[in-house]
């Protein structure tokens, strides 16, 4: 079932217009911006389907800058979130794609800064809900909605095993979990969503694990 | 977990509940937290939708200029006391009104279940609170009664207007309402979804076609006529008036429509009212661009 919680029907509480086009923008930049882990200095947005055609007039571009700048639902800040960004020096370009998606709401987002980059691609399925749907390539769903690990990973035996170990040590309990590679051997996602949020330094001891390349976090 | 109306009407009838403690039963047990803080969240939202409709009814407009003050004309008009329909029906589309032209001034709303039908809901339960008089409590209730409902149709069907039309936000929204208002007045489970049933059949088709791309024009007056539907739904549902098609079919009819409705017509601005003469003129208008094939 996509929809879990009776609050995902009466809620987000939100800026207006649009649950979809403004709160569901909001949110997907703003876990691209918790996947970041910092502010970044420039974001190349590609919308397509029923937001490249009415983004302006729901201001999903407003709320999409307001996620990445770290804003929930229901900020106010939001309604300036481009004015606060471009005060910031943090470099925009939105592209209007024509290619068809399998949603009608998605959107590319890539972000970064002089010491990296970040692409993810979000859809926002009704009433403020959204998935990630891609993440620098790899395929996964994320709702988003609980915190999250995601661990880049060496596709060897044990990595998947090691991780798991090291969770259930500090007894956290792995509520979804997927694993996405792009070629068999090589370079791999773990997406692991979890029912509390998760301290720093567990994070630093996943890293530590053998074959194991990046961990990052959504929190709450 | 409930998966459709009838397993939700047949969870209330068997354990001998309303359809809003089955959906605050299920909140706990699905997301871990207690009873009292999910009754608290749902609290803090009603607390939205009060301040939404105060500051409508006070008068708001939008950034476009396209909509604001109707709810203050339409209180107007009620306090003349010369009016056709009825007075509930028309506070319900005065409330509803007010919510939608706050969401489209950028204003903090609550969305149930999105922003562009969020009217609806809080519409008719702030007027049928005059009239009924509910505890705090019941009017929290209102709302997981509504919720449970939106919580069938966004699985099994859609709540997006991109993916459903407007049938799929302003269809679901009108029928949670009915089937609150029906609880709320102390009708029974099977009546809750019957009104929903009776709100939806009258909803389906309805095209997302907003001018500009905007959530304005037709959105706030198509939440007015959803809380008109809703109230007028409910009476019939309370009166013993039952759909011939069980609510399931209906929402699963909603589904199909919404998925064979043509791109143009689901909020892409490019049919419909969006595609109109007058509705071109406003999008080039509002985004001082010329008028261009789209």
Redesign the interface.
């Given at each position: 079932?996509?929809?879990?919680?009776?609050?995902?029907?009466?809620?987000?509480?939100?800026?207006?217009?649009?649950?979809?086009?403004?709160?569901g923008a909001a949110r997907i930049g703003r876990v691209a911006r918790s996947l970041f882990g910092r502010e970044p200095k420039w974001a190349n947005i590609s919308l397509y389907?029923?937001f490249a055609?009415?983004?302006?007039?729901?201001?999903t571009d407003v709320a999409l800058v307001g996620g990445l700048l770290d804003f929930d639902t229901?900020d106010?800040r939001i309604?300036n979130a481009i004015d606060i960004a471009k005060d910031k020096g943090m470099k925009l370009r939105f592209i209007e794609e024509d290619a068809v998606t399998d949603?009608?709401?998605t959107a590319r987002v890539i972000i970064g800064d002089h010491n990296g980059e970040l692409e993810l691609v979000g859809i926002?399925?009704?009433?403020?809900k959204i998935e990630i749907i891609e993440l620098n390539g790899f395929e996964l769903k994320l709702s988003g909605n609980h915190p999250a690990i995601l661990v880049v990973h060496n596709d060897r035996f044990g990595a998947i095993a090691s991780v798991a170990n090291t969770l259930a040590k500090y007894e956290l309990n792995i509520g979804h979990m997927e694993v996405a590679r792009k070629e068999i051997g090589k370079m791999a996602l773990m997406t692991i969503e979890v029912?509390q949020n998760i301290d720093d330094k567990i994070l630093i001891e996943l890293e530590q694990l053998p074959n194991i390349l990046k961990v990052t976090k959504i929190v709450d | 977990m409930f998966r459709n109306v009838a397993e939700l009407v047949e969870l209330a009838i068997s354990q001998n509940k309303k359809i809003s403690e089955i959906m605050i039963e299920q909140e706990v047990t699905v997301t871990g937290r207690t009873r009292e803080e999910v009754l608290a969240f749902m609290d803090r939202n009603l607390a939205v939708m009060e301040q939404a409709v105060e500051k409508g009814i006070k008068g708001v407009t939008s950034h476009s200029g396209l909509t604001g003050g109707d709810a203050v004309l339409m209180q107007k008009y009620i306090e003349k006391g010369n009016f056709l329909s009825g007075e509930t029906i028309l506070d319900a589309v005065s409330k509803a009104v007010a919510t939608n032209e706050v969401n489209a001034a950028m204003g903090t709303i609550c969305a149930t279940p999105t922003a562009g039908s969020a009217g609806v809901v809080p519409g008719t339960l702030f007027a049928v609170q005059k009239k009924l008089n509910p505890t705090r409590e019941q009017m929290i209730s209102f709302l997981f009664t509504a919720g449970a409902f939106g919580f069938v149709v966004a699985n099994n069907a859609s709540i997006s207007g991109a993916a459903g039309g407007c049938q799929a936000e302003v269809g679901s929204a009108a029928g949670m309402a009915a089937a609150a208002i029906v609880e709320l007045a102390g009708g029974t489970p099977v009546q809750c979804a019957e009104a929903m049933a009776i709100t939806l059949k009258n909803m389906l088709g309805l095209v997302c076609d907003p001018v500009a791309g905007l959530v304005e024009v037709p959105c706030v007056k198509r939440n007015a006529m959803g809380a008109a539907n809703a109230m007028v739904a409910a009476d019939m549902a309370l009166a013993g008036i039952t759909s011939r098609i069980p609510c399931d079919e209906v929402i699963d009819a909603m589904y199909k429509i919404g998925q064979t409705m043509p791109t143009a017509l689901k909020e892409t601005a490019q049919g419909g009212l969006a595609a109109t003469p007058t509705g071109r003129e406003l999008e080039a208008k509002i985004f001082g661009i010329p008028l261009k094939e789209k």
């Open positions: 079932m996509k929809y879990r919680s009776v609050f995902d029907i009466i809620g987000p509480v939100m800026i207006g217009p649009s649950s979809s086009h403004t709160a389907g029923s055609k009415t983004y302006k007039g729901h201001g229901d106010v309604i949603h009608p709401n926002s399925i009704g009433g403020g029912d | -």
